[in-house]
């Protein structure tokens, strides 16, 4: 049962163009989302996050937006530079127990800038 | 300044070997730490997960175990591994703050043969 969903695996746009990456997630429950870059034979980097109680975050050029209604949440890079090429993973803050959390993951979309 | 240090950086190891991968962390006290794998083809899968000396948590049945013996250490073992243990393995640990998201460690490729 996957939680968290990125349903495209990979996406190709042009340098200075906008990148769209899409995520939904079927836990009501999540109160906040993440979104980590990753590139090859590395560990995952925090990029932007999101609380549950809003509907957009933006960090330079970097904006999540999340429709809690539709439980899907978007990554909205603008303009996008060919270091921008990774994978990203989406990623949701759900209750272990007690105070305690962890975090699940979406199978992530390679984005490639085209210079 | 907090860090965390995951080895080796790769591994090749035949089926039916045993497995040891150890995580540390410095620069911090009582972390949460967590064992993901990144399969072929799937995202992050949460393995283990540890909120305090010997508290070991896990996601899924699997021929994997976990130990903490120290605060700041966590180890990923398994007795025999399988062809399908095969995977990119990412320590982490929770950080505090605004932004209620992990660190991860470099990873390590395993690679069961």
């Known amino acids: ?115 | 300044s907090q860090t965390i240090h995951q080895w080796p950086a790769t591994l090749v190891q035949p089926v039916g070997s045993p497995l040891s991968l150890e995580c540390t962390v410095e620069g911090t006290s009582n972390p949460n730490l967590y064992w993901y794998r990144q399969a072929a083809g799937r995202g992050l899968q949460l393995l283990f997960y540890s909120v305090g000396i010997g508290q070991i948590s896990s996601e899924v049945p699997q021929n994997l175990s976990a130990s903490r013996p120290q605060d700041r250490q966590f180890i990923l073992s398994s007795k025999k591994l399988l062809l399908s243990d095969s995977g990119f393995y990412l320590c982490a640990w929770k950080v505090g703050g605004r932004d209620y998201g992990y660190t991860f460690g470099s990873g390590t490729r395993l690679t069961v043969v």
């Not at chain 1, 042009?14 to 999540?30: H, P, V």
């Not at chain 1, 549950?52 to 530079?81: C, M, W, Y």
């Open chain 1, 1 to 115: 049962d996957q939680q968290v969903k990125q349903n495209s695996p990979s996406l190709s746009v042009q340098e200075g163009r906008i990148s769209i990456l899409n995520c939904d997630y079927t836990n009501s429950m999540f109160d906040y989302f993440l979104w980590y870059k990753k590139y090859p034979a590395e560990g995952p980097t925090f990029l932007i996050s999101i609380s549950s109680i809003k509907d957009k975050n933006e960090d330079g050029r970097f904006t999540v937006f999340l429709n809690k209604s539709a439980k899907h949440l978007s990554l909205h890079i603008v303009p996008s530079q060919p270091g921008d090429s990774a994978v990203y993973f989406c990623a949701a803050r759900g209750n272990a127990g007690g105070s305690n959390y962890k975090l699940t993951f979406g199978k992530g979309t390679l984005l490639t800038v085209n210079p």
